[in-house]
């Protein structure tokens, strides 16, 4: 069974663009990504789209399709009537540099901002066991296929370029919270979450969560968690204390 569709795509590069009208067809069991390739083959061979896996793996073919973050490998046909018009733009939150494809930079500078895991000095390897329930509390996170549409969703820097300097995004604050939560971590991570990764600006809207293709909850075990041990720090009084006389 395959039918015609109506795809608007936007088209363009850093200097500006506009979404262009195509009619294309659809089989049965087709992602939107197929349909973007038909487009390639058959309409406009040099539209620039970034894909690899085709089965919601690589994080590559992050995009927006009806202005909702989403990844196009993993977005049905079926979803949409078949007389509905499917428009698929670039992620709005990083700089275009042709169609669909866009600039992502800012997620590995922010990535190398944050200190690697950081044992005790002297511990060898098999010097310690970790507890499963240790395991298991960072495991949840380390299902990130970094496709970055937690990063695009954050109206944080969503609509504020003036923030991504001083804010790493959901993604990378959860990175924060995994190491925090490593029992063998010695790095300061509650402090530079704060003042360095600006852990402060996300006011947990939850919808970073509500994009990811992982379904990692994002906001309720990283970020909410890793505010909880901020104020912990702040509030503890002998903290409090250890870090006035340390200072001088
Ligand atoms: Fe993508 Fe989820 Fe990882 Fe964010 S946390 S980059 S939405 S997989
Ligand atoms: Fe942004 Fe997620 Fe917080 S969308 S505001 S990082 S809960
Ligand atoms: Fe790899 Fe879509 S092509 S996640």
């Excluded at 066991?129 to 960072?138: L, P």
């Excluded at 379904?215 to 309720?220: G, S």
Aim: some cysteine; overall charge neutral.
């Amino acid at each position: 069974m395959s039918y015609k569709a109506s795809f608007r795509v936007w088209r363009g590069d850093a200097d500006g663009g506009g979404l262009q009208d195509f009619t294309v067809e659809v089989n049965e069991g087709e992602v939107v990504l197929d349909i973007i390739h038909r487009l390639q083959a058959t309409q406009c061979s040099d539209l620039a789209v970034r894909w690899n896996c085709k089965a919601g793996k690589c994080g590559s073919c992050s995009a927006e399709i009806n202005g909702r973050p989403r990844l196009l490998c993993m977005t049905r046909m079926s979803v949409f009537a078949e007389d509905e018009v499917v428009t698929v733009t670039p992620m709005r939150t990083f700089p275009v540099i042709r169609d669909l494809v866009t600039d992502v930079s800012y997620n590995y500078t922010k990535a190398r901002e944050i200190p690697a895991f950081t044992p005790p000095a002297g511990l060898k390897p098999g010097d310690y066991r970790m507890k499963q329930v240790d395991v298991e509390r960072s495991q949840e996170f380390r299902k990130c296929i970094e496709c970055f549409l937690c990063q695009n969703t954050c109206h944080v820097i969503r609509d504020h370029e003036e923030n991504k300097e001083n804010f790493a995004g959901p993604r990378f604050l959860m990175r924060i919270a995994e190491l925090e939560m490593h029992p063998l971590d010695v790095a300061d991570r509650r402090h530079a979450a704060q003042d360095e990764h600006g852990l402060g600006y996300c006011n947990i809207t939850k919808c970073c969560t509500e994009v990811c293709p992982e379904n990692i909850h994002i906001t309720d075990n990283a970020l909410i968690p890793m505010k909880e041990r901020v104020v912990d720090r702040r509030y503890d009084p002998v903290v409090w204390l250890g870090s006035k006389i340390f200072r001088r």
